[in-house]
């Protein structure tokens, strides 16, 4: 099955490469000498390819469009053409299979990002809703196109549901997705695949994204349930779940202390004594990277938890010439930033320098004037590379060096 999926993964990303290609979507010059119209005419040709009949044309094609829109700001294509875009992605949603399924749902999260702030977002949160909680729901999809759903069900409810109402039923859906990784009667963790258990941290990671809307209310009232489901969870053997599960927890104790400055969980001590066992892990046979993850993550949720203190954590977005600082000194802001970066991958500084509405999320005031960033880019140009061959060399031994010595002395926490 492994084999398989590698198989698929890198045959997908050889067609995508001729795809992007064929399509030119990387062609783009710093001065921004591509013009809208041939961007928007490169577009439209592969949403024409994304209806063909061959399986590999489509899912490739869908990537591109995933490409393109991460890479410019095309709202105003995007509002026009939005019908067809979505009617493209419910098809392969619907009977498309794998890798397609894949591709179509990461292109969901970044058309509603694209069309945030517009009734067009909610129109196509109306059409691909009720489709990809179907699909996350469904054990007889792949797991990796159930986890990407996930993903874009929680992002997608996140910035177009009109009626706040509507959110806890796909809040309840994700939930349940993840209860599998749950006890099983005998209060033994289930033995899921590794590809499952990345499903179910999906799955709660759009939970925790939703948390972020609801009122502190709700969530103080909510906390000791879930507090209580999520203990057991910190036992698993996979550690990206493992460490959502106690991030979830600090989101959970961060909002309802919001509420009551006093809430404390029932069973706290046992809490801190299954984070403190988390921290000071030792076994062999995991490995040193993963463990100094574990202990660097729990320390963190521990300090939020036990300590009251907030996180504090700055990001630079934006193009090099143009740097904004973003403090993500919540839980709640770090799980939308990171969602985000899910979705829109290499796209990120783009929409944060150029997106309207996600700048205004996050609070980093209106976008920059394209004619002032043009100006800066056209007084500071790309610097040639100088260096001998001989400077290159010695520079990539003296690196070489310094990392080997850096592992040998590196304290062992």
């Not at 999260?109 to 489709?131: D, F, K, N, R």
């Not at 990809?132 to 996930?150: F, G, H, K, L, N």
Request: net charge neutral.
């Amino acid at each position: 099955m492994k084999l398989q999926v590698l198989l698929v993964t890198q045959q997908t990303r050889q067609f995508s490469r001729v795809m992007v290609r064929r399509l030119q979507f990387y062609k783009i010059e710093e001065n921004g000498v591509c013009e809208d119209e041939a961007y928007e005419t490169k577009v439209k040709e592969a949403m024409d390819l994304a209806t063909e009949k061959s399986v590999q044309t489509r899912t490739n094609a869908l990537i591109s469009l995933k490409i393109a829109l991460q890479k410019r700001i095309l709202t105003a294509f995007l509002c026009e053409n939005h019908q067809t875009m979505s009617d493209l992605i419910e098809r392969s949603l619907k009977k498309g299979r794998g890798m397609e399924q894949v591709a179509a749902a990461k292109l969901a999260s970044v058309l509603v990002i694209s069309l945030m702030g517009t009734s067009e977002a909610e129109q196509v949160y109306a059409v691909l809703h009720p489709i990809m909680v179907t699909i996350v729901q469904d054990p007889t999809v792949s797991p990796q196109a159930r986890q990407e759903a996930a993903y874009s069900l929680s992002l997608v409810a996140f910035l177009a549901c009109p009626e706040p109402s509507d959110l806890p039923s796909t809040l309840n859906t994700l939930h349940n997705v993840f209860c599998a990784a749950l006890p099983k009667g005998n209060g033994e963790l289930p033995n899921h695949s590794q590809s499952l258990m990345s499903l179910h941290a999906a799955a709660l990671q759009g939970v925790c994204l939703l948390l972020t809307l609801l009122s502190h209310t709700t969530v103080y009232s909510m906390a000791p349930k879930m507090l209580e489901e999520f203990i057991p969870v910190l036992m698993t053997t996979d550690l990206d779940l493992k460490i959502m599960v106690g991030e979830a927890m600090a989101l959970i104790y961060e909002s309802a202390r919001e509420h009551s400055e006093e809430f404390r969980w029932k069973k706290q001590g046992l809490l801190f004594e299954k984070f403190n066992g988390l921290v000071n892990e030792s076994h062999k046979y995991k490995a040193k990277k993963d463990k100094k993850v574990q202990r660097a993550t729990f320390r963190e949720i521990m300090r939020t938890i036990k300590d009251g203190e907030s996180i504090s954590e700055t990001v630079s977005v934006g193009p090099t010439h143009h740097h904004q600082e973003l403090t993500l000194d919540t839980w709640a802001l770090r799980f939308q930033y990171n969602m985000l970066c899910h979705a829109l991958e290499q796209g990120l500084n783009s929409h944060m320098t150029n997106n309207p509405a996600l700048r205004d999320l996050f609070d980093l005031g209106p976008p920059p004037d394209p004619n002032t960033l043009k100006n800066h880019m056209t007084r500071n140009p790309k610097r040639p590379n100088r260096q001998t061959a001989e400077v290159k060399a010695r520079i990539l031994l003296r690196s070489k060096n310094r990392d080997n010595r850096a592992a040998a002395l590196a304290y062992d926490d």
